[in-house]
């Protein structure tokens, strides 16, 4: 499994942006997908944006389509997303994973986020709040 380390959250009011990092410390991770999950208190986890390895492929969730980008820079083995026009329901606690498994983006999205607490690192925490 690939170790990565989420930073960029923070207090953010509604309609503001804020701009997450993931980073691979440990080797170069341009042949994996990479994912933004987030879970909520009290609710289930979602694949927020999932981007393919090999074109930078990607897929949202219709709650962030039009709202959120991901991107990568293979160069600093970071994946990004930036959140723009942010909704107090996309506070959150924002995680990212990689794999190399599924076949599409989408799937990865779909799939992942079904992965136990333990597969999760300790993510970045995004609170909308006026």
């Known amino acids: 499994q690939v170790q990565l380390v989420e930073s960029g959250g923070g207090l953010v009011q509604p309609g503001g942006s804020l701009k997450l990092s993931c980073v691979n410390s440990?080797?170069?991770?341009?042949?994996?997908?990479i994912g933004w999950f987030r879970q909520a208190p009290g609710k289930e986890r979602e694949g927020v944006s999932c981007?393919?390895?090999?074109?930078?492929?990607?897929f949202y969730s219709d709650s962030v389509k039009g709202r959120f980008t991901i991107s990568r820079d293979n160069a600093k083995n970071t994946v990004y997303l930036q959140m723009n026009s942010l909704k107090p329901e996309d506070t959150a606690v924002y995680y990212c994973?990689?794999?190399?498994?599924?076949?599409?983006?989408?799937?990865?999205?779909?799939?992942?986020?079904?992965?136990?607490?333990?597969?999760w690192g300790q993510g970045t925490q995004v609170t909308v709040s006026s």
């Open positions: 994973a990689s794999a190399a498994a599924f076949s599409t983006v989408q799937a990865m999205c779909n799939i992942l986020r079904w992965a136990p607490d333990n597969y």
């Open positions: 440990q080797f170069p991770s341009d042949g994996y997908a």
């Open positions: 981007i393919s390895g090999s074109d930078s492929t990607t």
